[in-house]
Nanobody, 121 residues
Framework: QVQLVESGGGLVQPGGSLRLSCAAS????????MNWYRQAPGKQREFVAG???????NYADSVKGRFTISRDNAKNTVYLQMNSLKPEDTAVYYC???????????????WGQGTQVTVSS
């Protein structure tokens, strides 16, 4: 019943900005952590940024100072504001959420379908 729907990907020039959104919907009791991962062609999937339910964020060194993760708990939505984009940021970006579907359930991992971000002149 739970699904993550992403939006905001696209083509942008180096130095430009883009904002990704990911909304979780369905049977949700609580969301612990929401994360962004990315995978470039021929590369392993890597962690980009994560944020706890209390708003504590952490970032990969490669994006620190350029990207900002945030969340709206009322909307079960996480955002990734990407500034000063570089060609090496080109990848498929995936939303990830660790959540409870019911009070007496257990935490499960959910993934979005991925959205393409291309940084090119």
């Amino acid at each position: 019943q739970v699904q993550l729907v992403e939006s905001g990907g696209g083509l942008v020039q180096p130095g430009g900005s883009l904002r990704l959104s990911c909304a979780a919907s369905g049977s949700i009791f609580s969301i612990n952590v929401m994360n962004w991962y990315r995978q470039a062609p021929g590369k392993q999937r890597e962690f980009v940024a994560g944020i706890t339910s209390g708003g504590r964020a952490n970032y990969a060194d490669s994006v620190k100072g350029r990207f900002t993760i945030s969340r709206d708990n009322a909307k079960n939505t996480v955002y990734l504001q990407m500034n000063s984009l570089k060609p090496e940021d080109t990848a498929v970006y995936y939303c990830n959420a660790v959540l409870l579907e019911s009070r007496h359930g257990y935490y499960r991992n959910y993934w979005g379908q991925g959205t393409q971000v291309t940084v090119s002149s």
